[in-house]
């Protein structure tokens, strides 16, 4: 991911980049995730559960989740950090979204885990942005805007590489 950011930073040095880094998010790649059985790949079949399901049915506890998210954590913050060290002008990093480990966000007794769409809870809506100070900003300039379409299929293996499909 690195890598890649770098070579479009150095063959668009005017543009701005947003890079998407998957971990600390799921899947989980670290020695604990690696433990949690069929949670590896998002193409789960209807025979396999995600870790978030394995959760909410005792089959996995939370202590093991976290340590998990941690460890995807721990991952992904060095290669973040090269990135920030190796950019010029300002940097910001920050998150999509967080996770529920068995909150209860209203008033049913109802416990949530990962990230349930539709709801706003500042657990799921309050991220981090963290700006990194920058002794000059780049000069950021604006080009045409080209449409491009994609063929359902590669849409499609996209979405589902990222866990949407």
Known sequence: MVESALQV??????????????????????????????????ELTQHQTTVWEKLQLGLVDRETVIRAYEENLDIALPAVSNLVESLDGKTVVTSDHGNLFGKRVCWLPVKLYGHPLGVHDPELTAVPWVEFPAVER?????????RQQAEPTVVADRLCDLGYV
Do not use: C, N, W
Request: proline content about 7%; hydrophobic content about 30%.
């Open 9 to 42: 930073h150095e063959q668009f040095p005017e543009k701005r980049l947003i890079v998407h880094f998957m971990q600390p998010h799921y899947p989980f790649i670290g020695e604990t995730g690696s433990q949690i059985t069929d949670q590896a790949s998002y």
């Open 138 to 146: 780049r000069t950021i300039t604006a080009g045409a805007t080209k």
